[in-house]
């Protein structure tokens, strides 16, 4: 399957059609070949896919161009500043990527040449007792939030940023596809439950569901599964909602009200995914970087 996204998402200009069956193709090797057989599956499938392909395809031109990282710039982006927290800590994290290292091992990099990547963090919020001025006092136990960001990890590293682009497109079509097969095995092991989750207001589903309640899976059909696999397809907004979030930070990562008080506060807007099942939300943002600002720390020698 993906090979057949590379395919896929290698080029604007390649011919609709075409596009079409290779979209079909790869959301069918991806969920359950056996759908193969079921009747009319490309008509079926037509419109989902060129909604899927449509989405990705804003979803990554959505997030804009690339965000430099580098101590250099550090402290003059403040998204970069409130990712990170210090620039000991982004160049920990970045040398530790196991992608950006994948990629200069396999790719054959030249050192030196600028990398463009995804960037995902885990974004929180954390609750604290701290410490502020008020003109020349210094107030104690004040209640604060913080802006917490973890688990950093880079997707869809490449050598430029129309290839990394391309990385994310294909990233972001498999998680759609990734979500349709797993709304079919659930069906599959008789999991009502799951099948209907997000999906109340579809009667079709709701049918499916009110079957499976009452049968169990052999209540379902191949047309059944393939309904499945298309009402995803055609809702991609449900599985990867994009979102975006706002807020003022100060130098400390924590957050205030109003900046316009606060001369080392700043004011940043991030995208990020919002997880259908309620999870903790994760930042999305276009990066470019060059790892030898990033080397990979000595090992110790004991």
């Not at 604007?12 to 991806?30: K, S």
């Not at 391309?166 to 008789?190: K, N, T, Y």
Request: hydrophobic residues 45%; aromatic residues 4%.
């Amino acid at each position: 399957m993906i090979e057949l996204l590379a395919r896929l998402f290698a080029r604007h200009d390649t011919p609709e059609d075409r596009l079409i069956r290779m979209a079909i193709d790869a959301i069918v090797a991806g969920t359950d070949p056996r759908l193969r057989a079921a009747a009319g599956v490309d008509k079926r499938l037509r419109e989902p896919a060129r909604t899927a392909i449509r989405y990705v395809r804003q979803l990554a031109d959505r997030l804009g161009p690339a965000v430099e990282l580098s101590a250099a710039v550090y402290g003059s982006d403040p998204r970069v500043r409130a990712l990170f927290g210090s620039v000991d800590s982004m160049r920990q994290i970045i040398a530790r990527d196991t992608a950006l290292r994948t990629f200069e091992r396999e790719a054959g990099h030249q050192a030196g040449d600028e990398v463009f990547a995804l960037l995902l963090a885990e974004r929180r919020l954390k609750h604290v007792l701290g410490m502020d001025l008020q003109g020349e006092v210094v107030m104690r136990d004040l209640a604060k939030t913080l802006l917490v960001f973890s688990k950093h990890r880079l997707r869809a590293v490449a050598a430029s940023e129309a290839a990394s682009g391309r990385a994310m497109r294909i990233l972001a079509f498999r998680q759609l596809v990734a979500a349709a097969r797993r709304r079919v095995e659930d069906a599959r092991a008789g999991r009502p439950a799951d099948l209907d989750a997000g999906q109340t207001d579809d009667p079709v589903v709701a049918d499916m569901t009110a079957r499976l309640r009452r049968s169990g899976p052999s209540a379902l059909v191949l047309d059944d599964y393939l309904v499945l696999v298309a009402r995803v397809l055609a809702q991609p907004g449900r599985q990867l909602p994009i979102r975006t979030f706002t807020a003022t930070v100060d130098r400390m990562g924590a957050m205030v009200e109003d900046a316009t008080t606060r001369s080392d506060a700043d004011r940043i807007t991030l995208w990020e995914l919002a997880r259908p099942d309620g999870d903790v939300p994760t930042i999305a943002i276009r990066v470019r970087l060059r790892p030898t600002d990033f080397p990979q720390p000595m090992p110790e020698v004991l």
